[in-house]
């Protein structure tokens, strides 16, 4: 019989000996005549369900955001220490500790898409509509720098509001008028002046600007030519003594210093709060979202899927990396304060390659990994599709790395995208995510559901 | 007009098509002849689009939904930015539109060197309507000045707009640093805005026939602190408010034909409405086409209308509007404008970014009808009384209810994609083959009016120069004077009317018609005049409660 064993796992012959499985050549009695055996499924349990998909995505977003809440405590406490003693040593923690901050963060992001507390956390605690949640409050770029701090005449691009009917007089660290307390409500309270999406005052860019400053390349007014470093805040804009400075050279009262310490530290309590909720919102077995997610079905799936399609596509090859590239733009680019940008391009990317193979690991080194989407096809016979979307996460991951190590060895992305629309690593990395939205795209055909199906979009809400 | 939008007469394939079938359905192989005389068959009544025309009391079932595919669930400040489900649905649609989006709301670096705003979403707040200036001593942020003169020549020095601003107002901390100086440019070197551009309004009370008082207030537009000396003779000034963006990718689906069809321009019909199509240039072809975008209809298509929006009001220049915000003779701008980066092309934006910006405009969708309750399939009887009175004071004569898109092409420019623009772009689906329900004909009416232009000082004295002489623009009823294509100064193109419920919802501050003057829906109203002079005295001869009804229905659209 044409009896293959290297097809056949150990999983389905277990499989087949416990259901009624009539003549499927495993006796080996009829020969080389004998029906073929059933296709294996190269090593992948078959007993891979759906469900059991929809729970290991949901114990990493756990993992992702919980992460994302430890790191952004231990950036307080950095912070806290470096406010109370604003010298070199503290400073550059404190930019540690952000950096640190982003890494689990980044990763998130494939959670965002997909009507997930993210996005649609409402502050009663249910789930509303994309929009409702706290993510621009947590992540939105870009910054509003001019409203917050001093800014240089010129940084590559506006930071201003959408129209100066929207500015606020001055900046809420300068404006003791307008602003004579600097707390938690005063910031959030700016958020989106005027209705106006581009006055962003809170999140990781806020902290970014406020530990980084601008970065003014070579001239140090913002025109000249791009170099290796982020921002040139000094660490005298912190000094609580008479040395208080707001930009190198530029002495100031020392209030002006307080008032930026009073801000990063509010604005780091804001984050922290901002984060809680959703964190809260996964928490397994208990979390409200967790709850109704795992028991959700092919919505649920087709919410992982949704997530990754999107964020691959419009995100990130879209609106984080080829508006980056075509504008040409340092306010296009995602930390363009600190040129972390290759992070969370690398970060963002990884977190759809986390997903679809149901992995990831976690600060401190545990590693969570379950039941994945790779399983999935596998066992429901689209072994070749779930190989290719494999290797075309791979594919981007070997791209995006590549941004990342030019970035670590004296390439920020700032310089990578300035040759205009011809710069090869940056084009390279967009090419790959379209290739693997097309595949996701399959996949989501493959596992027969719709990412549509996920958006309530009816007239209910008239 | 040959016709009245809705009890029309028939398309001539419609005829023929009935002929077609009534002359084969007599059968009989011909022997008989005198039997075989056809009965005059009732001609069937449809519209312009070919379908049966709406009656004043009866809502056709996909009324609630104005924008067909491309409606959206929103009835909150997001109504007018939102993604319809056939784009959120694609990964690579989404995405366009998410660029496409980012775009419209961001400043490039290269906007200016003279300007009007900064981005696409300075003027369309939110992406609903601008704001008039607070003040006369405020800056006008989200409105245009049209220039020209009375044979509706641009000027030499200013060309066919004023911009208001130079680009350190938008790029420096100093917002007043590009404000315009009397004079301030002329020496090629210094460059500033064009001129301070401001309005004033003078109270107009009237009453209706039951007694009831109103008050509208009537614009003069004040001209201040030109920057690169005077004005050509007989100057005329159009102030305009951005206007809410979306649904234009429907509009620009509907077949010309259609719209058309629906023009009288000598009213032979005799119901005082003689629509005209504006026929314009098309940028692309270099045909002359229907135009059917900005008040005056001068526009044929989205995309050269944000060309045309970049190009003129930001100063962002592009392949289809090469040059920058300058004329020949003002130095101190083209000097600038050689300062600029022009990342990538030899323009300000590339064709790739051009065609997200239009993909965005196009797609936008459209928010569905208030007033309908899906669960049982009805209508606020309130509204459908309303309904019934914007029917019978024929309102509907220019504000046509209803149209038929046909397909939807893709951009001349290319297929989207996010490494370049490619061959053959595909229609967009969700525009095609729908039916809508915008309110508007396209077509350019007189609305009646007139206007003159002087030199005043502050305090109405005459004047001919000096720093403290302005131009003074006075109009009675909408004109503005100004020609622009085939449009004379009084004529102007019937508005979209779905989404006007929701314009305050959007933007608190928006106001009504061409220049914001209307601060109601019930103020706009009032100022129909010239062609609609009967309607609006119609209007005015209901009752209040009648009165309401209408407007309450125009709210829900």
């Keep these: 019989m044409n009896f293959n064993l290297k097809k056949v796992s150990v999983a389905l012959l277990m499989a087949c000996s416990l259901t009624a499985c009539v003549d499927d050549g495993d006796d080996g009695q009829a020969g080389i005549t004998g029906e073929n055996g059933a296709n294996g499924t190269n090593g992948v349990s078959t007993f891979v369900t759906r469900d059991d998909v929809l729970k290991t995505n949901a114990n990493i977003a756990y993992a992702a955001y919980s992460d994302s809440l430890i790191a952004a405590q231990s950036l307080r406490t950095a912070i806290t220490t470096f406010v109370a003693l604003p010298n070199e040593i503290n400073m550059k923690a404190a930019k540690k500790a952000w950096i640190d901050s982003r890494e689990p963060y980044g990763q998130t992001e494939v959670y965002r898409f997909r009507v997930g507390p993210i996005d649609a956390l409402k502050d009663d605690g249910t789930i509303g509509e994309e929009g409702d949640g706290p993510e621009g409050k947590i992540n939105a770029w870009p910054l509003g720098e001019a409203i917050i701090d001093y800014v240089a005449v010129e940084v590559d691009g506006d930071s201003g509001p959408e129209t100066p009917a929207n500015a606020l007089a001055n900046n809420i660290i300068a404006n003791t008028t307008d602003f004579p307390t600097i707390d938690a409500a005063s910031i959030a309270g700016a958020f989106e002046h005027g209705e106006d999406e581009r006055n962003v005052t809170t999140g990781y860019h806020a902290v970014e600007f406020l530990l980084w400053g601008q970065d003014l390349n070579t001239d140090l007014a913002g025109a000249g030519t791009r170099d290796s470093s982020g921002g040139q805040r000094p660490v005298t804009d912190y000094a609580l003594d008479g040395t208080c400075t707001s930009g190198a050279g530029n002495t100031v009262t020392p209030t002006t210093c307080t008032r930026r310490g009073q801000y990063l530290t509010a604005v780091a309590d804001l984050l922290i709060a901002d984060l809680e909720p959703i964190v809260n919102a996964w928490e397994p077995v208990t979390g409200t979202h967790y709850k109704a997610f795992i028991t959700g079905g092919d919505v649920s799936l087709a919410k992982i899927l949704e997530g990754m399609g999107r964020l691959s596509f419009g995100e990130l090859a879209g609106e984080r990396i080829n508006i980056a590239l075509t504008t040409d733009s340092q306010e296009d680019e995602h930390s363009c304060f600190s040129d972390n940008t290759h992070r969370d391009i690398f970060l963002n990317a990884k977190g759809v390659q986390n997903t679809f193979n149901a992995q990831y690991t976690r600060i401190d080194g545990e590693v969570i990994s379950g039941a994945s989407i790779y399983d999935l096809l596998v066992v429901g016979g689209d072994h070749e599709l779930a190989n290719s979307l494999r290797g075309s996460l791979e594919a981007t991951m070997s791209a995006a790395a590549v941004v990342d190590t030019k970035a670590k060895t004296g390439t920020p992305f700032d310089v990578l995208i300035q040759e205009g629309i011809e710069q090869p690593n940056v084009v390279a990395v967009i090419k790959a995510l379209v290739k693997q939205t097309d595949e996701i795209e399959q996949a989501i055909d493959a596992l027969g559901v719709s990412a549509g199906d996920i958006r309530q979009d009816t007239e209910e809400d008239i | ?548 009804q209408l407007i309450d229905f125009v709210e829900s659209l």
């Design chain 2, 1 to 548: 007009m040959k016709n009245k939008s809705y009890f029309s007469s028939i398309q001539p394939t419609i005829i023929l098509g009935v002929l077609s079938i009534a002359l084969t359905a007599c059968g009989g192989g011909g022997s008989n002849e005198t039997k075989s005389v056809v009965t005059p068959t009732p001609e069937p009544i449809v519209d312009h689009s070919g379908l049966s025309p709406l009656i004043n009391n009866t809502v056709d079932p996909k009324e609630h939904l104005p924008g067909g595919d491309a409606t959206v669930f929103k009835n909150n400040e997001d109504a007018f930015s939102t993604r319809p489900k056939m784009i959120a649905d694609n990964f690579k649609l989404d995405g366009f539109f998410t660029s496409g989006d980012h775009l419209f709301r961001t400043p490039d670096r290269d906007i200016g060197p003279m300007l009007s705003t900064g981005s696409c979403q300075g003027c369309h707040i939110n992406d609903g309507r601008g704001n008039i200036p607070a003040s006369p001593t405020a800056p006008m942020l989200s409105m245009l000045l049209k220039l020209g003169n009375n044979t509706g020549a641009a000027d030499p020095i200013y060309g066919d707009q004023l911009q208001p601003f130079a680009v350190q107002s938008f790029k420096t901390p100093d917002f007043s640093s590009g404000i315009s100086i009397h004079d301030g440019s002329i020496n090629g070197t210094e460059l500033y805005g064009e001129a301070f551009p401001f309005i004033v309004y003078e109270t107009i009370n009237g009453t209706y026939p039951d007694g009831t008082s109103y008050e509208l207030r009537n614009p003069i537009y004040k001209i201040k602190n030109l920057s690169f000396g005077l004005f050509m003779e007989n100057i005329r000034f159009s102030v305009r408010i951005a206007p809410q963006a979306f649904g234009v990718g429907l509009l620009d689906a509907i077949p010309a034909a259609n719209i058309i069809s629906l023009a009288d321009e000598n009213d032979t019909d005799g119901n005082d409405i003689s629509g005209r199509a504006s026929m314009a240039l098309d940028v692309f072809s270099g045909e002359t086409k229907l135009g059917r975008f900005a008040y005056k209809a001068q526009n044929t298509s989205v995309l050269q209308q944000v060309a045309g929006a970049y190009g003129g009001d930001i100063g962002i220049s592009n392949s289809i509007f090469p040059n920058e915000s300058c004329t020949e003779q003002q130095q101190a701008c083209q000097m600038a404008a050689d300062q600029e980066s022009k990342v990538g092309s030899e323009h300000d934006f590339s064709d790739k970014n051009l065609a997200l910006v239009e993909f965005y405009n196009r797609t936008l969708g459209v928010p569905a009808r208030r007033g309908f309750d899906k669960n049982n399939s009805t209508w606020d009887e309130n509204i459908i009384a309303g309904r019934k009175l914007f029917f019978d004071t024929q309102c509907v004569d220019c504000h046509t209810p209803r149209h038929v898109t046909g397909e939807a092409k893709g951009s001349v420019l290319g297929k989207l994609t996010l490494t370049g623009l490619e061959e053959n772009a595909e229609p967009i689906a969700m525009l095609s083959e729908q039916t809508i329900f915008p309110y508007t004909d396209l077509l350019l009416h007189d609305m009646g009016g007139s206007c003159v232009v002087t030199r005043e000082t502050d305090i109405g004295d005459s004047c001919t120069t000096g720093a403290e002489c302005m131009y003074v623009q006075r109009c009675d009823g909408l004109a503005d004077g100004l020609i622009q294509g085939d449009a004379s100064g009084s004529e102007w193109k019937t508005p979209a009317l779905w989404g006007i419920g929701l314009v305050k919802t959007v933007n608190p501050k928006a106001t009504f018609l061409h220049d914001g003057r209307a601060r109601t829906i019930e103020e706009a109203i009032l100022w129909h005049d010239g062609e609609a002079e009967s309607r609006k005295e119609a209007f005015m001869a209901l009752s209040q409660e009648e009165r309401q």
